[in-house]
T-cell receptor, first 116, second 114 residues
């Protein structure tokens, strides 16, 4: 899983609770991403960030929020507005997002979120 | 709309036999193409990519993939399957312009039978 660390590995959320998933990378990558993985649906993009203090919504951003205060960190908050949060969440990073779209994304080991 | 199709949810192959995992795409222009592999409860690992040039791309662990522009396909292949190849395989594409993210297929679970 390279230099991307996701924590915790397992997380449980109570009704109405916000929870935050951590993603840290030591690869000096500019771009970072959050994906949600559900069985039979592949990976869907939640948010991505090209540089510090900038981020963009992906395909399924509703009910989620992110921040990018440091280059190496891109935490994801699953808010109470996300009504179906149970899934496997994957964080990824790549060297550059802009014109170098061919660059490879490196993934963390994932966080499995369940609702109590 | 951009899309990636992996028509087989499950592929079973006997150890030592050749394997193929299929991928077709509907993305404007000439996208970049990728294959990733996922082992249980782990993140995705990069296998190989097609950017330009030779249509046959060689990657990690003896895997290769063949790009076919006319059929918009990028099938993953391996001449001789190993039991350790059993995993979930994802095809992904990235447009050369416009959208900045990867579009993933739904995944194909490969089981290699001893």
């Amino acid at each position: 899983d390279g230099g991307i660390t996701q924590s915790p590995k397992y997380l449980f959320r109570k009704e109405g609770q916000n929870v935050t998933l951590s993603c840290e990378q030591n690869l000096n990558h500019d771009a970072m991403y959050w994906y949600r993985q559900d069985p039979g649906q592949g990976l869907r993009l939640i948010y991505y960030s090209q540089i510090v203090n900038d981020f963009q919504k992906g395909d399924i951003a509703e009910g989620y929020s992110v921040s990018r205060e440091k280059k190496e960190s891109f935490p994801l908050t699953v808010t109470s507005a996300q009504k179906n949060p149970t899934a496997f969440y994957l964080c990824a990073s790549s060297i550059d997002l802009g014109g170098l779209a061919k660059n490879i994304q490196y993934f963390g080991a994932g966080t499995r979120l369940s609702v109590l | 709309a951009q899309s990636v199709a992996q028509p087989e949810d499950q592929v079973n192959v006997a150890e030592g036999n050749p394997l193929t995992v299929k991928c077709t795409y509907s993305v404007s222009g000439n996208p970049y193409l990728f294959w990733y592999v996922q082992y249980p409860n782990r993140g995705l690992q990069f296998l190989l990519k097609y950017i330009t040039g030779d249509n046959l791309v060689k990657g990690s662990y003896g895997f290769e993939a063949e790009f076919n522009k006319s059929q918009t396909s990028f099938h993953l292949k391996k001449p001789s399957a190993l039991v350790s190849d059993s995993a979930l395989y994802f095809c992904a594409v990235r447009p050369r312009t416009g959208a900045n993210n990867l579009f993933f297929g739904t995944g194909t679970r490969l089981t290699v039978i001893p």
